[in-house]
């Protein structure tokens, strides 16, 4: 039997596609939302079968929209997975919301279900920038669901935006913070803007007016000073939460635990195996109702495993545990990075601390170059001591 692992259930309906987004999702039809949930609860049972029952000590619900699921519906599918899996007594349950699909009577309802969390979709506190990326509420639609939430008795509120829109600025986006930590959520997770491969913002990407580097880099660094003076501790390069409050199963996804992802186009990794369903709801409908697998699956080597670890120890501010790297690879990664790491911490850009390498927040705007360079050190095979 795994561990305790995380399980992940996604939701491949919206009312409408956001400009930005490069998420598998299909506009909501009531009969093929049942015909989801009804496969769900198939596919649930015997893979937890196949699994041996294991305990579960977090449940999101990503998607796709699932606050568009009926509030009993997925009580049900909470019930089914008490009785597939050992359920944490504390586990977190999370449920990803947008503002037009929550009311005070559905809140209301997604708590007596059994959801504990909620990330608000709210992306921006602009109207003029919500149109622009294609979202279908408006910034008073997103401040009645977060109170909808607040009326319900949800005490663990996270709200969603993103920093490097179309048009906007520094300033505006320091506008949008403030009024986001006026509303006291617990966590906030501010994503700059990625232009995905064959989204709409993508193949009108030459016409947009984005922010520039240096707008960029004010936004970040002073967007993530902003949100520490209002009491939210930055634990990962997007993700701010009061003391406590940090989402703990995305932190399971970057710390390497063992995850089941349940519906079309979710993935799991599993005792080093990486599992991608396809993004196709027919085709796991089909999958599901003739009880074969139509899940990719890829054995993760040596060289795949230790990229994961730096790539995603390093979006946490805690950084990569030395002794770990070393544990898997055999070797010592300040000495073979040892004159990146010695520039990096001259810029300010990195710190070494308690055995732990980590970027700074000025760091964290370079990642993904930092950690390319780190991925070239990476020995082809694990050192043995003699």
């Not at 019930?79 to 944490?88: E, W």
């Not at 770990?324 to 004159?339: A, E, Q, V």
């Amino acid at each position: 039997m795994l561990p305790s692992m995380l399980l992940y259930i996604h939701v491949p309906f919206c009312r409408s596609k956001c400009r930005y987004c490069a998420f598998y999702s299909e506009p909501v039809d009531e009969a093929r939302l049942h015909l989801w949930a009804d496969a769900l609860l198939i596919d649930m049972r015997r893979r937890s079968e196949v699994l041996g029952h294991p305990a579960v000590h977090t449940v999101f619900f990503g998607g796709g929209t699932p606050s568009l699921v009926p509030p009993v519906l997925l009580g049900t599918i909470l019930d089914a997975i008490t009785d597939c899996f050992v359920l944490d007594d504390n586990a977190e349950i999370s449920m990803e919301a947008n503002p037009d699909s929550l009311t005070d009577e559905r809140a209301a309802g997604f708590l007596t279900a059994g959801v504990n969390r909620v990330s608000l979709g709210m992306q921006a506190l602009d109207d003029r920038l919500l149109k622009a990326v294609g979202r279908v509420h408006d910034k008073a639609c997103a401040l009645t669901a977060f109170r909808a939430l607040r009326r319900a008795k949800f005490d663990n509120v996270g709200i969603d935006l993103i920093w490097g829109l179309p048009g906007e600025t520094p300033a505006c986006w320091k506008v949008q913070l403030l009024e986001a930590t006026a509303l006291e959520p617990e966590h906030l997770s501010c994503y700059g803007l990625t232009l995905e491969e064959g989204t709409p913002l993508f193949r009108n990407r030459d016409s947009l007016a984005l922010p520039d580097e240096e707008e960029s880099a004010a936004m970040y660094e002073e967007g993530g000073a902003l949100l520490e003076k209002a009491g939210y501790l930055q634990y990962e390069i997007s993700n701010y939460a009061r003391s406590g409050r940090m989402c703990r199963h995305n932190i399971g996804y970057w710390l390497g635990e063992d995850y089941l992802g349940l519906g079309p186009a979710a993935v799991s990794f599993l005792d080093g195996c990486r599992i991608s369903q396809p993004d196709s709801l027919d085709v796991w409908l089909s999958a599901v109702r003739n009880n074969r697998e139509a899940g990719m699956t890829e054995t993760l080597g040596f060289r795949e495993r230790a990229e994961e670890l730096v790539m995603l120890r390093l979006r946490m501010t805690d950084g990569l545990l030395l002794e770990d790297y070393r544990s898997l690879t055999g070797h010592d990664f300040l000495l073979d990075n040892r004159f990146l790491i010695e520039e990096l911490i001259r810029q300010k850009l990195a710190v070494l601390k308690d055995g732990h390498f980590s970027l700074t927040r000025k760091g964290m705007m370079i990642s993904n170059a930092v950690i390319e360079q780190c991925f070239e050190t990476i020995p082809e095979k694990p050192e043995i001591p003699a």
